[in-house]
């Protein structure tokens, strides 16, 4: 187990339903190589030392907390599904008084190393960021949110694809859904957030501009490969997937 100076926790995101896995069953519970999406998220917040796991759910909510019993985890509910920034929220109470860094992550990307969190969480630490996102850069960047920088290469804001301007979604720089965050100030922001966009959703995303606009820094760091980060949204993603692990 890694240690730090400062305590580092997970927060995994897997509340989503998954309509596009074209089945009733949460998407964070369809099997890959025989084990829940979940599982694979939950293995990277172990290795990586966490203090604390807790993991958002909603879609069946009963089903994942009988499934996961006895494993050490701690489970919040999101009862509405209103947006990611909504669902980051619903943690605020577990981790009251907690000083230290949250490490957020997304219950369907199966792929992802401890060693490129821990670079993640190196760049974080180094940078003195209040947040760090990971990005990845695709020849096609499809329907993702965009990474916006200025001419210094520092992150101001990601844009969700359906609110992004003509020149942004020109962007191939991606935001991944994963972040290194200070406690204190991920808990301020995500309360700020509004839901002012297409989807009428608290979107995570606006953490990023809430740091900027409040003079703090927040910093990027790009993942290598593109197939470490890529979420699980449809059964062709899954195949794909479990190629990679075989």
Same mark, same amino acid.
């Given at each position: 187990m890694v240690q730090y100076v400062k305590p580092l926790s997970s927060l995994i995101l897997a509340a989503g339903k998954g309509t596009r896995m074209k089945s009733d069953l949460a998407k964070v519970l369809h099997p890959l190589c025989g084990r829940p999406l979940l599982d694979y998220s939950i293995d990277v917040a172990r290795k990586i030392g966490s203090d604390k796991i807790v993991v958002v759910i909603g879609h069946q909510a009963e089903m994942i907390r009988e499934m996961y019993a006895g494993r050490d985890l701690i489970f919040v509910e999101q009862r509405e599904q209103l947006g990611t920034g909504h669902a980051v929220l619903q943690a605020r109470d577990v981790f009251n008084g907690y000083d230290g860094t949250i490490l957020i992550l997304c219950g369907d990307v199966p792929l992802l190393l401890p060693e490129t *969190?821990?670079?993640?969480?190196?760049? !974080?630490?180094? &940078?003195? &960021? #209040? #947040?760090? #996102?990971?990005?990845v850069i695709l020849d096609d960047p499809a329907h993702y949110g965009r990474v916006v920088k200025d001419s210094n290469g520092e992150v101001i804001k990601i844009v969700e694809m359906r609110d992004a301007t003509k020149e942004e979604k020109l962007v191939r720089e991606i935001n991944t859904g994963i972040y290194c965050a200070d406690c204190r100030f991920l808990f301020d922001a995500v309360s700020e957030i509004s839901n002012q966009n297409a989807q009428r959703e608290y979107y995570l995303t606006d953490i990023i501009e +809430?740091?900027?606009?409040?003079?703090?820094?927040?910093? &990027?760091? +790009?993942?290598?490969?593109?197939? $470490? #980060?890529?979420? *699980?949204?449809?059964?062709? $993603?899954?195949?794909?997937?479990?190629? !990679?692990?075989?």
């Open positions: *969190i821990l670079a993640l969480y190196k760049r !974080h630490m180094h &940078s003195r &960021s #209040v #947040v760090t #996102v990971m990005t +809430i740091a900027n606009k409040k003079g703090l820094k927040a910093g &990027s760091f +790009i993942a290598t490969d593109a197939h $470490e #980060v890529m979420g *699980i949204n449809t059964p062709e $993603e899954l195949e794909l997937a479990a190629r !990679h692990l075989t």
